[in-house]
């Protein structure tokens, strides 16, 4: 080590900056900085002017560019860099998308920024690079920094010092609420529609003239949210009120159905365009806020592509300037109120929009307000400004009138004035010794112009004299009495309602808030086209739907080892019940069967079914079918189809079974069928009066048939008038009737006897 190298001396030894703080104290305290600089500095609105810091500086920087509407534009780089360079030190990108949302009209129901360019669209595509762009400020932009240069809000310094920027602004413009808001803070977050300036204003003056005002009573005058999309919202009046009472509260948003060039008014309100021969299509003429258009059309298209919509054949975009998506039904059958409630429930065109009037007030402080207390503190705020602006004026005022009065005594004593300048050599003490002048006025009276000694300057500084006296007086007043400012602060309102009135173009309400009528009693079954099918199941479990009903003694290919178990008609409407051994129903819709070009699919690839168990029946479920339910133990009871319906894959438990017992009949019961015949292993038959078997719908049921040794083999029923049937076997499929069947009646439970001459050797019926 060279002799000149030096250590490092003590007090610059870097571990002296660690200090020693347990670990959650320092971590909570830094979060809790961090989660206030988000609540105040980023995320929630200012109640006064409605805008995030963010927004509040490219608007700023905007003016500082001199952007006013009369003027030309400039492109969006400078504004975005002069924004990040001078007062938000924060990525171009995030800013540049600030800017371009304040230009969308179908994001702001105002813009405060009017854009020259590919400002992005309601489809949901992006604006193009900020160096392809420009803007400049809206009129309701200047609206809102009406006022910045006549002392109404402090200015402080920027993040580097170097430049001012206003804390808020102070234009009676009420943004806040025209515009809305939404953001996520830590712990906190806000979502404020917009709504009409001109109700914004009317519930106002209510609020100015009646500081008692009811909150149903302001509702009257606000209504409820007016998106830039337009729409309806498709809540009732006093749910909407409850909302704004709290500031807490949601509401459901809708598109809405329109179609421009129907020829009857009430087809217009509808949305449906008639096409001759009693076809016709819908036409959706607005969407929900925030929905891209883009992505709505998608969805109606997937949910087509999927068989959620079947009733709908096609949707097509046509919009321009205007939205236009179309809809063509699958026929002219189709119910036009059914298409709109399934286009509810399955897209984007029906949406839930959080209330949530989070902002932060004139103290900084985040707080959710009902609508009254927002109006209230909204108006304070106001008042605030005005009495900020009036005092300024006066002290304007104040010093122009000590001037006007210099250069009046200068007039009356104009020659002796023109003689101290010329001969004294300090003629500014002469002067404010002789005429008693203040500093200020003798300094005006040497910088004026010999061109201002006409005699009718002297009249004009009169006049202004009195007009100055005049104004200020009328300020002194209005600063001294609340009564004045208010009345003041509804004149200046009302002005402003005439600029956004409901007959301007940008005044008109465009969301409708309506109570949407009972939703049509709809299932998704109510969808499903009907039509015929043929439905095959295997011995192992293998499920397949050909379309059409084909001869069920047909041969159908099965794989190697397999053969049928059941084949049936149906159609894709029904619903296919498959009763196991173990007792439990699962449900199957015929529409769901895979095809049947090949083998079909395994059940279990849908249903949750035991692997050990067996299908024992497959029935087609209609209202009100009876069955007859039993197992090998001889116990059975009757059940109807609608309580046997499962809504989930695993099934549901109707036979309960013990031990090795096994379900094995499940039987519909024809209508006029009276009596039940049973059969044993046994080979012994009973019958008895259907009467006697009871209805549940889950259990164990009760004896059928009483066996010394094996169990049930088949049960079924039947008209005892007309006899009881079986097929003989046989290629020709022969059935044999034995019509004297009282022989074998008894009560249930018996153990009955040997059946008629003939009857099937394997026991079934």
């Given at each position: 080590?060279?002799?000149?190298?030096?250590?490092?001396?003590?007090?610059?030894?870097?571990?002296?900056?660690?200090?020693?703080?347990?670990?959650?104290?320092?971590?909570?305290?830094?979060?809790?900085?961090?989660?206030?600089?988000?609540?105040?500095?980023?995320?929630?609105?200012?109640?006064?002017?409605?805008?995030?810091?963010?927004?509040?500086?490219?608007?700023?920087?905007?003016?500082?560019?001199?952007?006013?509407?009369?003027?030309?534009?400039?492109?969006?780089?400078?504004?975005?860099?002069?924004?990040?360079?001078?007062?938000?030190?924060?990525?171009?990108?995030?800013?540049?998308?600030?800017?371009?949302?304040?230009?969308?009209?179908?994001?702001?129901?105002?813009?405060?920024?009017?854009?020259?360019?590919?400002?992005?669209?309601?489809?949901?595509?992006?604006?193009?690079?900020?160096?392809?762009?420009?803007?400049?400020?809206?009129?309701?932009?200047?609206?809102?920094?009406?006022?910045?240069?006549?002392?109404?809000?402090?200015?402080?310094?920027?993040?580097?010092?170097?430049?001012?920027?206003?804390?808020?602004?102070?234009?009676?413009?009420?943004?806040?609420?025209?515009?809305?808001?939404?953001?996520?803070?830590?712990?906190?977050?806000?979502n404020i529609p917009s709504h009409n300036v001109a109700e914004i204003v009317d519930a106002t003056l209510e609020v100015i003239d009646n500081p008692h005002v009811e909150h149903a009573r302001l509702m009257e005058l606000f209504k409820g949210p007016d998106f830039a999309t337009g729409g309806i919202v498709a809540e009732s009046a006093e749910t909407v009120a409850a909302a704004y009472e709290t500031g807490r509260g949601s509401f459901r948003v809708r598109g809405r159905f329109h179609a421009a060039e129907a020829d009857k008014a009430e087809d217009r309100e509808e949305g449906i365009e008639r096409l001759g021969g009693g076809q016709w299509q819908l036409v959706i003429g607005e969407i929900p806020y925030q929905v891209q258009k883009g992505k709505l059309i998608e969805q109606i298209a997937q949910a087509i592509a999927d068989r959620k919509l079947p009733i709908l054949e096609d949707v097509r975009d046509e919009s321009d300037e205007q939205i236009r998506i179309v809809l063509v039904p699958r026929s002219r059958n189709v119910d036009p109120e059914l298409l709109k409630e399934s286009l509810y429930k399955l897209t984007d065109l029906e949406t839930r929009f959080g209330l949530n009037l989070n902002v932060l007030d004139a103290s900084r402080t985040p707080m959710v307000m009902g609508l009254k207390e927002l109006l209230n503190n909204w108006t304070a705020s106001q008042i605030d400004i005005l009495q900020r602006r009036s005092q300024h004026r006066l002290d304007q005022i104040a010093r122009r009138l000590e001037l006007v009065e210099g250069y009046i005594i200068a007039f009356l004593n104009l020659d002796r004035v023109i003689e101290i300048i010329r001969y004294e050599d300090d003629s500014k003490a002469v002067m404010m010794a002789e005429f008693s002048l203040t500093d200020r006025q003798a300094e005006a009276i040497l910088n004026m112009r010999l061109r201002s000694l006409r005699k009718l300057e002297e009249m004009q500084l009169r006049q202004e004299k009195d007009d100055l006296l005049k104004e200020q007086d009328e300020l002194e007043k209005l600063l001294g009495s609340p009564a004045r400012q208010r009345t003041r602060l509804k004149r200046d309102l009302n002005a402003l309602r005439k600029e956004y009135g409901e007959d301007t173009v940008l005044g008109a309400r465009r969301t409708s808030i309506q109570?949407?009528?009972?939703?049509?009693?709809?299932?998704?079954?109510?969808?499903?086209?009907?039509?015929?099918?043929?439905?095959?199941?295997?011995?192992?479990?293998?499920?397949?739907?050909?379309?059409?009903?084909?001869?069920?003694?047909?041969?159908?290919?099965?794989?190697?080892?397999?053969?049928?178990?059941?084949?049936?008609?149906?159609?894709?409407?029904?619903?296919?019940?498959?009763?196991?051994?173990?007792?439990?129903?699962?449900?199957?819709?015929?529409?769901?069967?895979?095809?049947?070009?090949?083998?079909?699919?395994?059940?279990?690839?849908?249903?949750?079914?035991?692997?050990?168990?067996?299908?024992?029946?497959?029935?087609?479920?209609?209202?009100?079918?009876?069955?007859?339910?039993?197992?090998?133990?001889?116990?059975?009871?009757?059940?109807?189809?609608?309580?046997?319906?499962?809504?989930?894959?695993?099934?549901?438990?109707?036979?309960?079974?013990?031990?090795?017992?096994?379900?094995?009949?499940?039987?519909?019961?024809?209508?006029?069928?009276?009596?039940?015949?049973c059969v044993g292993d046994n080979r012994k038959l009973v019958v008895f009066n259907l009467e006697e078997l009871p209805e549940l719908a889950r259990g164990q049921g009760v004896t059928l048939q009483r066996y010394r040794d094996g169990g049930l083999s088949d049960a079924t029923t039947f008209t005892l008038a007309e006899g009881l049937s079986w097929t003989m076997g046989g290629k020709e499929g022969r059935t044999r009737t034995e019509g004297e069947m009282w022989q074998w009646k008894v009560a249930r439970g018996g153990a009955g006897r040997m059946p008629p001459q003939g009857f099937p050797r394997d026991n079934r019926f």
């Open positions: 080590m060279a002799a000149d190298d030096t250590t490092l001396e003590p007090e610059n030894d870097p571990f002296d900056a660690i200090v020693d703080a347990p670990f959650d104290s320092a971590l909570s305290e830094r979060y809790l900085v961090y989660a206030l600089s988000t609540i105040t500095a980023r995320s929630l609105p200012d109640l006064r002017d409605g805008l995030k810091p963010v927004h509040r500086r490219l608007l700023w920087a905007m003016r500082q560019l001199k952007l006013d509407p009369s003027s030309a534009f400039k492109k969006s780089a400078r504004v975005v860099g002069d924004v990040i360079g001078k007062y938000h030190p924060h990525g171009d990108a995030s800013v540049y998308d600030a800017m371009v949302r304040l230009a969308q009209d179908f994001a702001l129901r105002y813009p405060l920024v009017e854009g020259q360019g590919n400002f992005g669209n309601i489809d949901g595509d992006n604006a193009a690079a900020y160096r392809y762009t420009e803007a400049r400020l809206t009129k309701t932009a200047l609206r809102l920094m009406e006022g910045l240069d006549e002392g109404t809000v402090e200015f402080i310094p920027t993040y580097n010092g170097e430049e001012q920027e206003p804390e808020i602004f102070p234009g009676l413009f009420p943004n806040l609420l025209a515009n809305g808001a939404s953001g996520i803070a830590v712990g906190m977050a806000t109570e949407a009528a009972p939703a049509v009693e709809f299932s998704m079954d109510a969808m499903i086209e009907k039509e015929p099918v043929t439905v095959i199941l295997s011995q192992k479990g293998w499920v397949r739907g050909a379309k059409g009903h084909l001869p069920l003694d047909q041969d159908f290919k099965y794989k190697e080892g397999d053969g049928p178990a059941f084949v049936l008609h149906a159609q894709t409407t029904d619903k296919l019940l498959l009763a196991t051994d173990k007792g439990r129903f699962f449900t199957l819709g015929a529409d769901k069967l895979p095809g049947a070009r090949g083998f079909g699919e395994p059940l279990r690839n849908t249903l949750d079914i035991d692997a050990s168990a067996q299908i024992v029946a497959v029935i087609v479920h209609k209202p009100k079918q009876r069955l007859l339910l039993a197992a090998d133990t001889g116990k059975g009871f009757g059940a109807v189809t609608d309580d046997l319906l499962a809504e989930t894959r695993k099934g549901r438990q109707v036979v309960n079974l013990k031990g090795d017992a096994k379900m094995v009949v499940a039987r519909t019961i024809e209508p006029g069928h009276d009596h039940v015949a």
